[in-house]
Nanobody
Framework: QVQLTESGGGLVQAGGSLRLSCAHPGRIHPSAFMGWFRQAPGKEREFVAA???????FYADLAKGRFTISRDLAKSSVALQMNNLKPEDTAVYYC?????????????????WGQGTQVTVSP
């Protein structure tokens, strides 16, 4: 079982920024999706953003204009730059590897996940 490792979470004030990183221990095929999901207390896990290759990106409405996903194929890593954070962005953020034949927006089409990193945004 491949384990992804997230980092970069923490506590930030509203309006601030954080950059999340995710490392894959091996080589990721460029056509595979790498995505970010989040789960707030008492809520279902929701899609945030995903990337395929290095220039095909997908964003949830909650992320458009504020978050940017990027990928380093050589380092097998993916990052999520989050700007203008809001208290409602508080959640555990998960990195996931998705099948190239899957749907970037569906958590069920991702086959392995990280353990998550906590992001807390104070008012």
């Amino acid at each position: 079982q491949v384990q992804l490792t997230e980092s970069g979470g923490g506590l930030v004030q509203a309006g601030g920024s954080l950059r999340l990183s995710c490392a894959h221990p091996g080589r990721i095929h460029p056509s595979a999706f790498m995505g970010w999901f989040r789960q707030a207390p008492g809520k279902e896990r929701e899609f945030v953003a995903a990337i395929r290759f290095v220039d095909t990106t997908f964003y949830a409405d909650l992320a458009k204009g504020r978050f940017t996903i990027s990928r380093d194929l050589a380092k097998s890593s993916v990052a999520l730059q989050m700007n203008n954070l809001k208290p409602e962005d508080t959640a555990v953020y998960y990195c996931a590897h998705g099948r190239s034949s899957g749907n970037a927006f569906l958590s069920g089409d991702y086959d392995y996940w990280g353990q998550g990193t906590q992001v807390t945004v104070s008012p």
